[in-house]
């Protein structure tokens, strides 16, 4: 779920005019699974919400705080992620496109 999270935040304002999401183009599933894969290494570092507790062990409970602004991403996204979009996305800051929920 954060791995969505993560990529709504980061590229909301960034999908071009006339991208559809009925039916969801493989690109962003795979995008999304990326983000998840990451958040599944290091639980938080994509974070959208913070402070947020974020649980990092099992076995005696431990959480860790996660930080950032809300609505960003806490930590970094892989340049690949924004490769999977290509085609999808405008250039950022450039706010082309409407909010994906």
């Not at 999270?5 to 991208?19: E, H, K, M, S, T």
């Amino acid at each position: 779920m954060r791995g969505q999270r993560a990529i709504a935040a980061q590229f909301n304002d960034r999908w071009l005019p006339g991208v559809t999401f009925e039916p969801v183009p493989d690109a962003v599933k795979y995008a999304i699974a990326e983000a998840a894969l990451i958040e599944a290494v290091t639980p938080g570092s994509l974070n959208t919400a913070p402070p947020e507790k974020v649980l990092t062990g099992a076995g005696k409970l431990s959480w860790t705080l996660a930080g950032g602004k809300p609505g960003t991403v806490a930590g970094k996204l892989p340049e690949n992620i924004e490769g999977l979009l290509f085609g999808l996305i405008g250039p950022e800051g450039a706010e082309n496109g409407w909010a994906w929920a």
